[in-house]
């Protein structure tokens, strides 16, 4: 290969780096709406949380999801089966002396569910419009429960799996969904004692290409583990993968494309010396 011909190449090489590593920049910076941003620290007031309420235990409250933070933002509502509720994390009254939680990032609140006497579901409906991904974050833990009966429904062994499934909603209902599932994932937690709470984050990217018109359901599954706690909702519709979350996922294409360009230049480079 005659210099000015390595010239070229080595330039054309240069060209298509510098675009792929600006698209792997710009991935970051895509369109994306946040549809939901929730650390369930704002209950409601009224009726505001009252502990207890209905549940029989001290650290849990069986006001409906709606009653505490249905509006938050304004219009929005959870569907839900059975006791699906608001559980204490702080204070005397959680466990006697508030969960342990190094992390901090449990706050004040969470929200629970069984996973077992009952089918508990929590059912989340948005639009994505015309968007291709639903990203969705969350932090979960087991929790042991404590003044009730039956408690603490954690072993310290089992850990909590929780079950994320993504419904098409064509007709828009505010269910906890069903038919056409589009897209699911599962999280499974750490087998921490019962009266500590050892949070983990999940991050999801679930494709809604084949929703019908863009209405879709997040119907939250606790699978295993007796009882767990969710916390930091944050969702996202987006035009690539994990748009508009932080950490953003970059598709492993981008990465591979340009580690291929990376030693094309090398490559033209060796000729060019050589």
């Avoid at 010239?7 to 600006?22: D, Y």
């Avoid at 209405?215 to 009882?227: A, E, F, K, P, R």
Wanted: aromatic share 12%; hydrophobic share 40%.
């Amino acid at each position: 290969m005659n210099k000015s011909r390595c010239e070229v190449m080595s330039k054309i090489s240069r060209l298509l780096l510098a675009t792929t590593i600006s698209l792997i920049s710009s991935a970051s910076y895509a369109a994306s709406v946040t549809l939901y941003d929730q650390d369930f620290e704002s209950p409601n007031n009224p009726p505001g949380y009252v502990n207890g309420s209905g549940s029989g235990y001290d650290d849990l409250s069986q006001q409906s999801v709606n009653d505490l933070y249905g509006g938050q933002p304004a219009g929005f509502s959870f569907a839900q089966a059975f006791t699906v509720e608001t559980a204490l994390l702080t204070g005397i009254q959680a466990f006697g002396t508030g969960y342990k939680d190094l992390s901090g990032i449990g706050g004040n609140y969470a929200i629970g569910m069984l996973s077992s006497a009952q089918n508990d579901l929590l059912g989340l409906s948005f639009n994505v419009g015309f968007f291709d991904f639903f990203n969705f974050t969350v932090d979960v833990s087991s929790l042991g429960l404590s003044g009730g009966p039956g408690a603490p429904f954690t072993d310290g062994q089992t850990p909590p799996e929780f079950h994320f499934t993504l419904f098409d909603n064509p007709l828009g209902t505010n269910t906890t969904g069903s038919g056409t599932i589009l897209d699911q994932a599962s999280l499974v937690g750490t087998s921490s004692a019962i009266d500590t709470l050892d949070w983990t984050n999940g991050l999801f990217t679930f494709d809604t290409s084949g929703a019908t018109n863009g209405s879709v359901i997040l119907q939250i599954d606790l699978l295993t583990g007796g009882y767990g706690v969710m916390d930091n909702f944050k969702i996202t519709a987006s035009d690539i993968p994990g748009g508009g979350l932080n950490p953003v996922p970059v598709p492993a294409a981008f990465w591979l494309f340009g580690t291929a360009l990376i030693g094309f230049v090398g490559i033209s480079r060796k000729r060019k010396v050589g």
